[in-house]
């Protein structure tokens, strides 16, 4: 795994993200995929496209054992 690199105001959007219960990767990970829109992250987030642990899942979100 890489470092990721950004700027003050893209980490502040990752740390609203985080602040609505989502953990640091899950926000970064949003954010960048959604080529830095934090409106479209948050709602990627909500709407469970990232599962808690890898990258970009795309039905059935979180479950788990």
Do not use: Y
């Not at 993200?17 to 960048?32: I, K, Y």
């Amino acid at each position: 795994p890489g470092v990721i690199r950004l700027t003050e105001d893209e980490m502040a959007s990752v740390n609203r993200l985080m602040a609505l219960g989502f953990s640091q990767q899950q926000a970064a990970q949003a954010f960048l995929a959604c080529d830095k829109n934090e409106t479209l992250a948050a709602n990627l987030l909500f709407d469970g496209g990232f599962g808690d642990d890898e990258g970009f899942g795309g039905e059935g979100g979180g479950g788990g054992f």
